[in-house]
């Protein structure tokens, strides 16, 4: 199996120009450095430790340290106020309209089904057909997912084979997150990582919803 710092590359990810920055920053970093800094440059933080030797508690506050109760504002001189106007009848009250019987406008009968065999493969149940799952996205996506799987999603109607398509937006996390797909992709830079029951098979190029699906069926016709 590659590495992750393959599937980068593969993906058009610069992993080494990415070490490369972070050393060239060190030096400027540790002249902000203060007492309290117990790690250097880590991947998402780093740790600090603040130094509470002056925190005590009740115990140790000093009564007379403590400041006079701010002296309350004098109150300025209260003006006449002019005479309240009379209040106005109130309106008469008008009757509600009686609410329309009418039934809310269903939705296609074909998607309802959809839904339904969601629900029983999320249930656990058993449903023939393919089922298409994809990431929800983030900063590191390249790739339309949603369009992506949509698509998938709709060329794959007809099919009765139980397999599971992964459309995942990036070579990071998705090829983990997907093992549990018969087949899939990772979007990159202009491509996306074709992976076969969690194996890395090569990059796809060009139209990427044709070639997936053309591997799709090689894999439904073994």
Known sequence: M??????????GV???AGYESVELMKEHVKRTVIPGVVSGIGGFGGLFAPDLSGAGTEK????????DAPKPEQKAEEK?????????????VKEAEP????????DEPEKEVRAGFDIL???????????????PTCGRTNINVAQIASEVEERLRGCNKPIKVAVM????????????????IAGGKDCAMLFVRGQQVRMLRGNIVDELCEEIERLVLE
Do not use: L, M
């Open 80 to 92: 006449p106020q002019p005479p309240a106007e009379p209040e106005k009848p109130a309106e008469p």
């Open 60 to 67: 140790d506050i000093d009564p007379d340290a403590v400041p």
């Open 121 to 135: 493969r999320a249930a656990g149940h058993f449903v023939p057909g393919p089922e298409v799952v994809s990431c």
């Open 2 to 11: 590659k590495s992750y710092s393959d599937s980068y590359k593969a993906a």
């Open 169 to 184: 937006g990036c070579v990071v996390n998705g090829p983990g997150e997907a093992r549990g797909a018969d087949i899939g």
């Open 14 to 16: 610069d992993v080494t």
């Open 99 to 106: 609410v329309k019987d009418t039934e809310p406008e269903a």
